[in-house]
């Protein structure tokens, strides 16, 4: 019954998010903001709702090892399963802004996350450092991107999300994605909780594993379907950005409203694999011109060492 819940809550999660994003995109352009600053804002907030949730819940309810886990856990399939997946399909061209802006972001939340987290705890004065930078990065990207070739990618991207449909459909949509996401995010905490006494596991191995797999798969989706339709133009910079998000915003957010314990385990032991894999995807950018099928198993077997790894450590 548990995996049921457990189930029941990642799908109410995604399609939570999907229905919020929806709703906010349409009603900002109503209000007649720019489609360049709602595909940098709302979108991006948008679509990490709900692994926001599911941090704010898990810290709330006194499991911060499942919102530690579930970034930490994210992160790490990002990149070595997302994208080694999606290369697998077809080779991903590295762009220039991938490893002049998007990778060196990463690398410094990354460490910012290592640094902080060495004392057992995220305060609010950490995360407050934490939104500060993504919101003068956000800024200045905003700034950067009114390139027109930018502009227009970002306004067809907002396009595709906007329903046209009344202001009250758009205010249903909210609320549907705000109601889903809130009870998919406890389904989830509550089961993983059961999963994890019921099989005599810690709540942060069933964090970094199904509940990362879990809130990753949209990215999953999204970058395999792009690889078939064989869109070189996908870039490596989208899960980059979404490790991003998921340290500044994420992290950011629920430590202001909350201190966010860092238990030992992390500390001694993911935090050096999300490191090493994050430091280990810019020789995979830089050498060749494109990440291609042999980078892509590489990326898999060391996602697949993790897990491995991370299931023995609990024994």
């Known amino acids: 019954m548990e995996y049921l819940w457990l189930t029941l809550g990642l799908l109410a999660l995604v399609l939570g998010g999907e229905f ?20 940098m804002t709302v979108v ?10 599911v941090s704010l819940s898990a810290v709330f309810d006194g499991y911060p090892d499942v919102s530690v886990g579930a970034v930490v856990g994210s992160n790490i399939s990002n990149i070595g399963l997302v994208l080694g997946i999606t290369v697998l399909i077809f080779p991903i061209a590295v762009n220039r802004d991938s490893l002049r802006i998007d990778w060196q972001l990463m690398i410094l939340a990354t460490f910012l996350f290592y640094f902080f987290a060495m004392n057992g705890e ?3 004065w ?10 003068t990065f956000t800024f200045w990207l905003i700034r950067r991107s009114r390139r027109k070739g930018v502009q227009l990618a970002a306004e067809s991207e907002v396009e595709d999300l906007d329903s046209g449909n009344p202001v009250y459909k758009d205010i249903l949509f909210l609320s549907i ?8 995010a406890e389904w989830l905490i509550d089961s993983v909780v059961s999963i994890a006494n019921s099989q005599g596991v810690s709540e942060k191995l069933i964090s970094v594993t199904i509940v990362a797999f879990g809130t990753s798969l949209p990215e999953l989706v999204t970058s395999a379907m792009a690889a078939f339709r064989k869109e070189t133009d996908i870039s490596i910079g989208n899960l980059v950005g979404s490790n991003i998000f998921n340290i500044f915003a994420i992290l950011g957010v629920t430590s202001v409203l909350h201190p966010l314990k860092i238990s030992d ?14 430091l280990l995807l810019l020789p995979i950018m830089l ?23 991370s299931i023995v450590a609990e024994k």
């Open 20 to 39: 919020l994003v929806k709703g906010a995109v349409s009603i900002a352009l109503k209000a007649k903001i720019s489609p360049l600053v709602v595909g």
């Open 122 to 124: 995220l305060s609010w």
């Open 265 to 278: 385990s992390i500390n001694q032991f993911d935090v050096y694999f999300l490191l090493g894999i994050s």
């Open 177 to 184: 994605g705000m109601v889903a996401l809130y009870f998919g």
């Open 44 to 53: 991006s907030f948008g679509t990490s709702a709900p692994e926001l949730l």
């Open 126 to 135: 950490e995360g407050t450092v934490f939104l500060a930078i993504l919101s």
């Open 287 to 309: 050498f060749g011109k494109k990440i291609g099928p042999w980078k892509g198993v590489f990326l898999i077997i060391f996602y697949a060492f993790y897990i491995y790894f």
